[in-house]
């Protein structure tokens, strides 16, 4: 590959050290499926000395911003000692000679102790916890590899974690067991000192192959079946003014809702946080333990491997004609529908991976939750008009909240 000279925009290539492995067995998760496919790392891989350095090196010198994010994923990345992560802080500083190196971490949280809560914390971490709400919720899926509930072991590591001052977050997937309690899900999380919230609806079909029984990736249009943990457009609909009623009434400023936020960029004009929310994707790929890098954590399918790191570096990978046009299909493959949508600006057709459904006309790729997000946004309208206004005029986006309270009593 030639060297293709870097975007304006930053490079992000979130890193899975452990890559599959995983002490949990979560119904729904995609990437332990995937550890079955042709082409990906084994599922017993994890990152080598020499690869973690050749990516730390690559990552930095593909940066053209001071700030450096690092974000370590999985499968679960606490399968790897701290011995990992300490070479990984000082080869950040080796090759970063002064710049302001951050670092991220999505767990379980069932591998948390005292002595990995003051890593975090003497290190700077910003740890991520996967959290699907209230006990019973959470159990239905995100079990361990005997089957047992995890809700206790993940609550005790949110607690070590604030026992030592560690900033955190709560990931939780939508699912069909929590997605029809939207006010249950948000006061938990409120109930349990949660200020940074994302949550991510759960999409996921398979397959029937030769007998067998797969993952589909986004260009299986037949044979298929929604899993029984997903999710449907109009049930994503109401969660997501369910919990939005509960925010924009008591939490704006307090509560940092991602979805909420990215919609608000949005409707300012401004680039969101969420990726799916984007108009265009394709700057934010995928590192396997193997060194393989993917398009997007979400299309990590053979198609859409771009290389491997041992002979290809990232900027070739990340800013090859094919992972561009892969970052431009998300607006150029809208269909008609979509690009006559009312809410383009808003959605801009979310995440590609969920485009297997039938516009009204028949034309394939809408996205399968676009029912959903018309309600959800249709519903939001008047609150983010307001809370841009608010803006506008230098003043708080918090100060809807009075609006609401005098639209509630009139």
Not at 269 to 293: I, K, R, S, W, Y
Request: aromatic share 12%.
């Amino acid at each position: 590959m030639a060297t293709i000279a870097p975007y304006s925009r930053p490079l992000y290539v979130m890193a899975k050290p452990a890559g599959a492995c995983c002490n949990l067995q979560c119904a729904y998760c995609y990437y332990l499926e995937k550890k079955h496919l042709p082409g990906l790392a084994r599922p017993s891989s994890t990152m080598s000395d020499e690869l973690l350095e050749a990516y730390i090196r690559q990552y930095i010198e593909s940066q053209r911003m001071p700030d450096i994010s690092f974000t370590w994923h999985g499968g679960e990345p606490l399968m790897r000692p701290q011995a990992f992560y300490k070479r990984a802080l000082s080869l950040q500083r080796y090759y970063g000679r002064g710049l302001h190196i951050e670092n991220s971490i999505q767990t379980n949280g069932t591998l948390l102790n005292d002595e990995w809560c003051a890593f975090f914390r003497e290190n700077n971490f910003l740890v991520g916890i996967s959290i699907d709400g209230p006990q019973q919720v959470h159990d239905a899926y995100r079990r361990g590899r005997r089957g047992q509930p995890t809700f206790k072991q993940v609550m005790k590591g949110i607690e070590l974690l604030q026992k030592h001052g560690v900033e955190w977050n709560a990931m939780a997937v939508v699912n069909r067991s929590n997605v029809e309690h939207p006010v249950e899900f948000y006061r938990f999380f409120k109930e349990i000192g949660c200020q940074y919230l994302q949550f991510t609806p759960v999409v996921e079909r398979f397959c029937k192959e030769a007998g067998a029984t797969r993952l589909a990736s986004v260009n299986d249009t037949a044979g298929c079946q929604m899993a029984e943990f997903s999710i449907d457009g109009p049930s994503w609909g109401r969660f997501l003014c369910g919990v939005f009623d509960e925010w924009v009434r008591h939490d704006v400023g307090e509560v940092f809702v991602q979805m909420f936020d990215s919609t608000l960029a949005n409707w300012m004009g401004v680039a969101p946080g969420l990726c799916t929310l984007a108009a265009e994707c394709g700057h934010a790929g995928v590192l396997e333990a193997n060194g393989d890098v993917y398009a997007c954590d979400h299309f990590v399918f053979p198609a859409y491997r771009l290389g491997n790191i041992r002979n290809h570096t990232l900027v070739e990978m990340m800013y090859s004609p094919r992972q561009q046009a892969f970052g431009r299909a998300k607006r150029e493959a809208l269909p008609a529908q979509c690009r006559e949508c009312t809410y383009l600006f808003a959605c801009h057709g979310e995440c590609p991976r969920n485009r297997f459904s039938f516009t009204r006309d028949g034309e394939p790729g809408l996205n399968y939750l676009c029912e959903g997000y018309r309600h959800f946004f249709s519903h939001v309208a008047p609150y983010m008009d307001c809370m841009k206004e608010l803006l506008l005029q230098q003043r708080p986006a918090s100060d809807v909240m009075g609006y609401v309270v005098n639209a509630d009593e009139e």
